[in-house]
């Protein structure tokens, strides 16, 4: 059974940075993409990066782009978040997620496998 496992969240100041990790387990491991997802108390979880397993194309939603980078080890079978110039509107828990299958690659309803968060939070 595959597991996703996210480290690296904390409480950092406004303009600080974050490193998050996420590592896959399990023997029969295999993405089509990994993304990070975030949800901040009284909203709905949004996409915020993705990085497909072969080819490492990158996604970025808009808030993010430009100061975050989502990179992978597919070696380690790990994807990073690397969150720079950070926000209090960052604020939220951070979720990684993998896609074995085809679908949009920002929706959550593609992604299959989900670990169970981390918060970041962000303070002003």
């Known amino acids: 059974q595959v597991q996703l496992v996210e480290s690296g969240g904390g409480l950092v100041q406004a303009g600080g940075s974050l490193r998050l990790s996420c590592a896959a387990s399990g023997r029969s491991f295999s993405s089509s993409a990994m993304a990070w997802f975030r949800q901040a108390p009284g909203k709905e979880r949004e996409f915020v990066a993705a990085?497909?397993?072969?080819?490492?194309?990158?996604y970025y939603a808009g808030p993010v782009k430009g100061r975050f980078t989502i990179s992978r080890d597919n070696a380690k079978n790990t994807v990073y978040l690397q969150m720079n110039s950070l926000k209090p509107e960052d604020t939220a828990v951070y979720y990684c997620a993998a896609r074995s299958t085809t679908g949009s690659i920002t929706q959550a309803l593609s992604y299959d496998i989900w670990g169970q968060g981390t918060q970041v939070t962000v303070s002003s």
């Open positions: 990085i497909t397993w072969s080819a490492g194309v990158r």
